[in-house]
T-cell receptor
Framework: NAGVTQTPKFRVLKTGQSMTLLCAQD?????MYWYRQDPGMGLRLIHY???????AKGEVPDGYNVSRLKKQNFLLGLESAAPSQTSVYFC??????????????FGPGTRLTVL | GNSVTQMEGPVTLSEEAFLTINCTYT??????LFWYVQYPGEGLQLLLK?????DKGSNKGFEATYRKETTSFHLEKGSVQVSDSAVYFC?????????????FGQGTELSVKP
């Protein structure tokens, strides 16, 4: 099992460029998440998905779009990158349960720099 | 709204010292509480969790007790090792929220010197 993988690991963009970050999980999890990590601010949820074909906004969704066309993949898009989007991006997944909140499994992260 | 506050870092300790990282929370209802650890260059991984008041989570020598009366979930370890150097995140989740979302604290960096 690869767990949660993210592509690419590093990327440098110029202001106004677009890109897509890919997250894939092989654990058959229903739930998937995109976070950004910035110094002193912990992890903040950008968007999440509770199943294939569904997406929802998190705490900081502006400037990002997402898609979940397949259960195992969750894509994060930046249509017009801005320097404020320089960050480390983490994808995570977890299985659904009516009995409570389950462990989230994280990918290794993507370090994005916007010049 | 729900929130998590952790003690500021970095925390620097000598090997075999006692560790406490404070975490307090604000939440409606009865959240579940978590500690995640992030080793250098990696993603986060679950360290321990507690789902109700007075529960004690433990793993790898770390412990934390869910204290509803003080709204706290402090992380402790009796004797730290150099390999414990990492960033530690406290998090909470309302079990009734859709999608199992977590709210994280800002993280506390721990550096253990030999």
């Amino acid at each position: 099992n690869a767990g949660v993988t993210q592509t690419p690991k590093f990327r440098v963009l110029k202001t106004g460029q677009s890109m897509t970050l890919l997250c894939a999980q092989d654990m058959n999890h229903e739930y998937m998440y995109w976070y950004r990590q910035d110094p002193g601010m912990g992890l903040r949820l950008i968007h999440y998905s509770v199943g294939e074909g569904t997406t929802a906004k998190g705490e900081v969704p502006d400037g990002y779009n997402v898609s979940r066309l397949k259960k195992q993949n969750f894509l994060l898009g930046l249509e017009s990158a801005a320097p404020s989007q320089t960050s480390v991006y983490f994808c995570a997944s977890s299985y659904s349960s009516l009995a409570g909140v389950n462990e989230q499994f994280f990918g290794p992260g993507t370090r994005l720099t916007v010049l | 709204g729900n929130s998590v506050t952790q003690m500021e870092g970095p925390v620097t300790l000598s090997e075999e010292a006692f560790l406490t990282i404070n975490c307090t929370y604000t939440a409606t209802g009865y959240p579940s509480l978590f500690w995640y650890v992030q080793y250098p260059g990696e993603g986060l991984q679950l360290l321990l969790k507690a789902t109700k008041a007075d529960d004690k989570g433990s793993n790898k020598g770390f412990e934390a007790t869910y204290r509803k009366e003080t709204t706290s979930f402090h992380l402790e370890k009796g004797s730290v090792q150099v390999s414990d150097s990492a960033v530690y995140f406290c998090a909470l989740s309302d079990p009734y929220n859709q999608g199992g979302k977590l709210i994280f604290g800002q993280g506390t960096e721990l550096s253990v010197k030999p």
